[in-house]
């Protein structure tokens, strides 16, 4: 059976007229159905890059396959989720931010947007929050109708950038459990991007590090059982890894 996402030769370079930036340089990889792949690496490794190539939003070479056909462009079967608190419509109610993807894809019938709209937001916990407007929500709120929009659209793979970073510590663990609550119901696959090695021991059955370069240090499948806590065996030792690798990219690079 062929992957779910394959990555074959992927390299970008950022052209301005001023230079040249080669930030991905022949990445090759697979995701495979069900995974959950944490990313981890150093500011400015690439990691948004190699997010927004999958999504189809940046100029690349090589080739991206979902299911076995390669992308041409953006599309509802992979849906990015970003960091920045604004990613709603700030003119748009909830529900309206959710179905607003789901008008586009040709739903019109109102029972169903409205059933849609339902279900997704009870599975963040947003129900009874159908009419806000993104203002009257804090930043954790925001995150899980950007979530809960991603989930409406029935996407093969659902890009995460960073989505917790700008939470408080209490609200992102409340997050995580949420996030692998959702990817235990739902036929989904994740890459999400962090910078924090708990969460990405907590949430990835896959860990991969980048480096500089867009090259790839580590990928791992995590060993540590489900549900992870800083006491699970295994916990400390993967930590130190990870945490000793990732500066280990940074050394001689400014900070
Ligand atoms: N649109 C762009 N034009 C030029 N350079 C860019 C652009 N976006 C990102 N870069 C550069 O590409 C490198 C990788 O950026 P990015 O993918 O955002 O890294 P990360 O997400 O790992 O922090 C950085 O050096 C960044 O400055
Ligand atoms: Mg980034």
């Known amino acids: 059976m062929s992957a779910l996402l394959k990555i074959e030769g992927l390299s970008k370079v950022y052209d301005d007229d001023s230079a040249e930036l080669a930030v991905i340089d022949n990445l090759n990889m697979t995701v495979e159905q069900g995974e959950f792949l944490c990313i981890l690496g150093p500011s400015g490794c690439g990691k948004t890059t190699l997010l927004r190539c999958i999504a189809g939003f940046e100029r690349c070479t090589g080739r991206i396959l979902v299911n076995g056909e390669q992308i ?8 990015m989720v970003f960091q920045d608190f604004n990613q709603l419509f700030p003119w748009l109610t909830v529900e ?77 663990n409340t997050l995580q459990q949420e996030v692998l609550a959702i990817s235990r119901e739902e036929n989904c696959t994740f890459i999400f991007i962090t910078h924090n090695i708990q969460e990405g021991i907590v949430l990835g059955t896959r860990l991969m590090l980048m480096e500089p370069g867009g090259r790839i240090a ?24 990870l945490y000793a690798a990732l500066y280990d990219t940074q050394r001689g690079n400014p900070v």
């Open 72 to 79: 041409t462009g953006p599309g509802t079967d992979r849906i």
């Open 96 to 172: 309206k931010n959710i179905q607003f993807g789901l008008k586009r894809q040709g739903i019109r019938d109102r029972e169903q947007l409205a059933r849609i709209t339902a279900d997704v937001l009870k599975k963040v916990r947003m129900h009874g929050y159908g009419r806000h407007y993104p203002y009257q929500l804090s930043g954790g709120m925001k995150q899980r109708v950007a979530i809960a929009r991603a989930l409406a659209l029935k996407p093969s793979i659902i890009l995460m950038d960073e989505p917790f970073a700008a939470l408080d510590a209490i609200t992102r």
């Open 218 to 241: 580590i990928d791992i499948r995590n060993p540590i059982a489900r549900p992870v806590s800083p006491s699970s065996p295994g916990y400390g030792a993967l930590w130190d890894r």
